[in-house]
């Protein structure tokens, strides 16, 4: 007999228990769970994008190429940094689309080939679907292909953060600089503490809604993510890791620094900067000049 059609509910669900095993590698089943990612992670996926893209505002590449590209969900952000030509690695078919100055490579990138070099490569939300070792065989390539910048954009839990910062520590050791979330080389102050990620809000349709069960109009995506350079950036600038705590009288922001975290304390009384820093969230930045000049500077290591 045959087997009952699944929903589109079912195969979403099906989709979210192989990312929460660690199982993504297996691949998708057929187009409509292609289609079932594609409609159901979109709007997330973007939002984070767009977060992470906002970081290198201002700069322009050419070419760029982005592994495991799934339906290319990255193109309007690649756009907006004015990239030509993109090329996009991507082993299921059923992603493929036409997209202009798009060349589509359906293969695997484990294969033996040579990835074409390009100003800007990015992995969003596909290094960690790979063993360690593979991982770090896939970013020695990508280093080879890369002329400028590599962006890695992963999910905001510990595997994801273990996955970046396996990332980070050998981008580091192949002379890449960190233009963000850190600015600095140093070891991240997350270790062995936590994970550092982010969040972006996401409106949610009536598809996910259904799906969810829940009532709420929103949901939080959380990620994480690098921006290594081969040209070093000298942004004095520390990283906003929680959110800021605001009260009253004080404001306690917790900071990444490349003495690691800290806490910085500024009171009401210090008019300027409380009003300044009142504005500040989770995942932006405060200039470490601003914050040298506060004379309620708190020196704790968290
Ligand atoms: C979680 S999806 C992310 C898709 C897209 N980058 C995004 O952010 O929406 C990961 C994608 O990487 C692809 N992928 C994973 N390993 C791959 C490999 N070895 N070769 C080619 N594609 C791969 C998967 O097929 C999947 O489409």
């Not at 396996?166 to 963000?180: E, K, S, T």
């Not at 939080?220 to 993510?225: R, S, T």
Request: net charge positive; charged share 30%; proline share 4%.
């Amino acid at each position: 007999m045959e087997k009952p059609k699944k929903t589109f509910k079912e195969h979403v669900l099906a989709i979210q228990k192989r990312y929460r095993n660690l199982e993504a590698k297996e691949g998708f089943e057929n187009t409509k769970e292609l289609e079932a990612y594609t409609l159901f992670r979109t709007p997330a996926t973007e939002a984070a994008l767009k977060k992470v893209f906002s970081h290198l505002e201002g700069k322009t590449f050419k070419t760029a190429l982005e592994l495991g590209c799934g339906p290319g969900s990255s193109y309007p952000h690649l756009k907006d940094l004015f990239v030509e030509k993109i090329v996009y690695i991507e082993k299921e078919e059923g992603f493929r689309r036409e997209m202009e100055g798009v060349t589509w490579m359906t293969r695997n990138f484990l294969d033996d080939f040579l990835y074409p070099p390009s100003d800007l490569v990015l992995f969003s939300y596909s290094l960690g679907e790979l063993s360690n070792k593979e991982q770090i065989d896939t970013l020695f390539r990508a280093i080879e292909a890369t002329k400028d910048t590599i962006v890695i954009l992963e999910p905001g839990t510990m595997h994801g953060y273990e996955s970046l910062l396996r990332a980070r520590d050998f981008l580091i050791q192949n002379n890449f600089f960190i233009h963000a979330p850190c600015f600095h080389t140093k070891e991240c102050p997350k270790k062995g503490k936590g994970w550092c990620h982010f969040s972006v809000r996401v409106e949610r349709s009536r598809v996910h809604r259904q799906i969810k069960g829940g009532t709420l109009g929103y949901e939080d995506e959380k990620y994480c993510f690098v921006i290594a350079s081969k040209k070093p950036e000298n942004k004095n600038c520390f990283t906003i890791l929680d959110t800021p705590k605001v009260e009253k009288h004080r404001i306690r922001l917790n900071l990444c620094t490349p003495d690691g975290e800290k806490i910085f304390e500024c009171k009401a009384h210090n008019r300027e900067l409380f009003k300044s820093l009142k504005k500040k969230g989770w995942g932006e930045m405060v200039s470490s000049g601003i914050l040298s000049g506060v004379d309620d500077y708190k020196n704790d290591q968290v």
